[in-house]
């Protein structure tokens, strides 16, 4: 089993910046690409950013030039450097994993639990 704990999350002003962590642990083989969703009250879930595990990056147009995705393969961690922030970016962020356990095993795909980003004066 693979479990993703998030951590980082806050209240900050608007034009402020938070630093996301996100860490895979337990059984864990391989991780291929390593993304953030968030979802926002009444709002439909969206992805934010992606990184495939050869450092390719891809970003929602609404957080391009403001956030940064990175990932740490040696710890199994994947970061959200966000910086400008709006108040349209205060939702719960999500981590999600495609990895898999064992050599042969299928790939899957995993999620923490969130991680609340209010952007507020």
């Known amino acids: 089993q693979v479990q993703l704990v998030e951590s980082g999350g806050g209240l900050v002003q608007p034009g402020g910046s938070l630093r996301l962590s996100c860490a895979a642990s337990g059984r864990i083989f391989s991780i291929n690409t390593l993304n953030w969703f968030r979802q926002a009250p009444g709002k439909e879930s969206e992805s934010v950013a992606s990184?495939?595990?050869?450092?390719?990056?891809n970003y929602a147009d609404s957080v391009k030039g403001r956030f940064t995705i990175a990932r740490d393969n040696a710890k199994n961690a994947v970061y959200l450097q966000m910086n400008s922030l709006k108040a349209e970016d205060t939702a719960v962020y999500y981590c999600?994993?495609?990895?898999?356990?064992?050599?042969?095993?299928?790939?899957?795909?995993?999620w923490g639990q969130g991680t609340q980003v209010t952007v507020s004066l």
């Open positions: 999600s994993a495609e990895a898999r356990e064992r050599r042969w095993s299928s790939w899957w795909q995993y």
């Open positions: 990184i495939t595990s050869g450092g390719s990056a």
